[in-house]
């Protein structure tokens, strides 16, 4: 029986994987230390709690034959790992930009997100002597 089905990789479970908690599919007859066991073996960490949510399916309906069919539900498990260890799959690389104007001097960027929750990335002058044109504000998402 394959008990960790997939990872789930959502902007809530990334929240949660920085608090040390990670969110895996599960097989629905898994339980709790079935699943502490198999992520113990698989990701080298040690398990401190398994929380499990069974995830009911839910009602779809056709428009052209107007009939409702019901999805498969699934189970999922929150893993929680002891501090300081991590598992690579939920980990985001960090980028960092460079941008070079046409003299190849560098220019700094710095994002802001603003009250909605956009992200603003400003564009400043990285030396003295850099293009006027290099001075701007890019809005970027919705």
Not at 39 to 48: D, G, I, Q, R
Not at 95 to 112: C, F, L, M, N
Not at 116 to 139: D, F, H, M, S, Y
């Amino acid at each position: 029986m394959i008990i960790l089905k997939r990872p789930i990789i959502t902007e809530k479970s990334m929240k949660l994987a920085q608090m040390g908690l990670y969110v895996f599919e599960v097989d629905k007859n898994a339980t709790k230390p079935m699943i502490a066991k198999k992520v113990a073996e698989k990701f080298n960490v040690n398990v401190l709690g398994v929380r499990v949510i069974n995830i009911k399916g839910k009602e779809k309906s056709q428009k052209r034959v107007r009939k409702v069919y019901e999805t498969g539900g699934f189970k999922k498990a929150l893993v929680q790992v002891s501090k300081g260890q991590q598992i690579a799959i939920f980990e985001t690389p960090k980028e960092e930009a460079v941008v070079t104007t046409a003299g190849d001097e560098p220019i700094q960027i710095k994002e802001k997100k603003n009250i909605l929750g956009r992200t603003k990335v400003k564009i400043e002058k990285g030396a003295v002597g850099a293009a006027p044109t290099t001075q701007r504000k890019v809005i970027t998402g919705k």
